[in-house]
């Protein structure tokens, strides 16, 4: 479980392919694995992935052909917002993020506005059900409040803060992202259609 606070901007030094799976080298020289042992679990960009190894550079995971489909995936050089495993006696400051991306949005629109920036997505319909304004959403791993709601789009206001601590800055109307819905919004789902099932 995380929280959606980014804690360092890591990158994909290596990927080593095997079959449609692959095992990736993160560069996570910003990040504290002082406390982080094997089979830990680190958000990368919002997807839980398992440590296999540790190196002077960062940590080792491997990514299996699913998380590939349902995520933007992970290419050599790639900035990736990272984040530790919450602990019981951490703040959550963002909101509960499970690392189970449930799949890809689109920037429609990336602009500033004053000194903060307006992020606009479009999410798959299937995604676009659990977006509600006020609500909570992650992008890439970044816990983030929907400001509006317009059919499948929705918009975000960025802080200057979160531009520079993690890897949104770099997006652009186009660029695909990794979506995880508030969790709360699927368990309500699965009652009400359980609900109406019998």
């Known amino acids: 479980m995380f929280t959606g606070i ?92 499970s690392g189970h991306v449930d799949g890809v949005g689109e920037v429609v629109s990336f602009a500033p506005v004053g000194d903060c920036f307006e992020l606009v997505i479009r999410a798959p319909d299937d995604i676009a059900r659990f977006v509600v304004t006020k609500g909570s959403i992650t992008v890439n791993g970044v816990s983030l409040t929907v400001n509006q709601v317009n059919g499948d789009e929705f918009s975000i206001n960025l802080i200057p803060h979160t531009l520079t601590h993690t890897n949104l800055h770099t997006v652009a109307a186009g660029s695909r992202v990794n979506l995880e819905v508030d969790m709360m919004a699927r368990y309500a789902e699965r009652i009400l259609n359980y609900q109406e099932s019998k």
């Not at 089979?39 to 080792?60: E, K, R, W």
């Open 6 to 97: 980014i804690q360092a901007v890591g990158s994909v030094a290596e990927v080593a392919p095997h079959n449609d799976d692959a095992r990736l080298l993160i560069n996570a020289a910003d990040l504290d694995l002082s406390d982080v042992a094997l089979g830990d679990s680190i958000a990368c960009n919002g997807v839980c992935l398992t440590v296999i190894a540790l190196s002077p550079q960062g940590f080792s995971v491997d990514v299996s052909a699913e998380t590939f489909r349902c995520t933007v995936g992970f290419p050599a050089g790639m900035a990736v917002n990272l984040e530790k495993a919450l602990r019981l006696a951490d703040r959550l400051g963002g909101h509960l993020v």
